[in-house]
């Protein structure tokens, strides 16, 4: 009987034990990748690769790590440093660039497809009268999701509208480019028409039904476009040093955007200040009034936290169920070019290459970045105000894709660790 109860105590004492070792070893790898996190970014600011970030990590629910590097200005137009930079922190607000293509215009597309709206299969002819005529009949919603559209990946719409009703006209009369549906190129031609079909759906300007219809029913409070037109003034990370590699797309031929016929000098609207609380994409800026499906929506890391979640949690905020799973499976659903709809989801592209089976995410190209693995309920909010270190010598920005890697990377090991 002695004999029994000692072997109990024994057994109790080594599951203890065991359970203290397994809390100690899982804190000792959050610790390691805190400690990996911070030394890759510092290194990047100390290095003045990038003038500041915020970084946001989140696994099974919890918050695992929300920082903030360096500063969210750190240069005036003339490249001078200044004299007292802005340091950043967790609550600035960025330009969310190309996020603004999944943040927003994917989360409507949702919704208005949940609400039997529209069909992701739907042509756009339907809706926009200007694509319901020759080879631009066979474009569909899910084309224009997917980057398979056919159309021209960039164009200076500014040189000839500047209000978006002129713009919506100007995209239906431009040429296809590529063959309707047979490779993949990113366009943000096709996410402005969305954002034009989103409104004729809705009935309503895109920044209203995104307010009304997705921020303010998931508390997203810091999320808009036009911040500086909403009162938010302050606390705004700085983009760009005036438009100077937009600029450089339209005069220098050899990066492959020059519009035959078209007089560079023909118009000069470029802003010459360092952008700041304005959208730095032109086409949103000078010809949409700060607002298009493509680029436009400023926000904070916390704000996209609530959208990501709801999007691991298949489609369910808090206990309402926001989108059904059912819509929210069937944009998760890979195509032909490993996208899904809206969300890139190819992995072996550089930002979240060796990333599992499920794996979304997507990047802004003022610096910002969203990586998403289900299959360990990781999530990983990476936003950089890059451009705020003008243009390299190469006449380019400084290429991220590394960093945001190597940051991904550390995330899949802590997971794979536990």
Known sequence: MVNKKLLLILFLLCLITNVKSQDISHTNSKANLVTEVDSILNSQVANDKIPGCVIQIKKDGKLIYSHAYGYSQKYDINHKLLNRPAAMNTATLFDMASLTKVIGTTTSMMLLVDRGAVKVDDPVGKYVKSFDTGTKKAITIRNLLTHTA????????????????????LIGELPLKYPVGKQRRYSDLGFILLGEIIEKVSGMPLSQFEKQNIFVPLAMSHTTYNPLQHGRTTNIAATSLGNPYETRMVYDTSLGYAVKGLDPTSWNGWRHYVVKGEVNDGNAWYANGGVAGSAGLFSTVSDMQKLVDMLMHKGKAGNKQFISARVIDSFFVKDQFNNGLGWMMDTTDSFIKGGPEGT???????????MVVPKYSLSIILLINRQNMGLL????????NALRKEVFEAGLRYCEGN
């Open 150 to 169: 056919g159309l021209i990946e960039w164009y200076p719409l500014f040189y000839f509208s500047h209000n978006k009703e002129a713009t919506y006209k």
């Open 360 to 370: 979304f995410g997507h990047t802004g190209f003022t610096g910002t970045a969203i």
């Open 393 to 400: 010598k190469s006449g380019y920005y400084y290429n991220v």
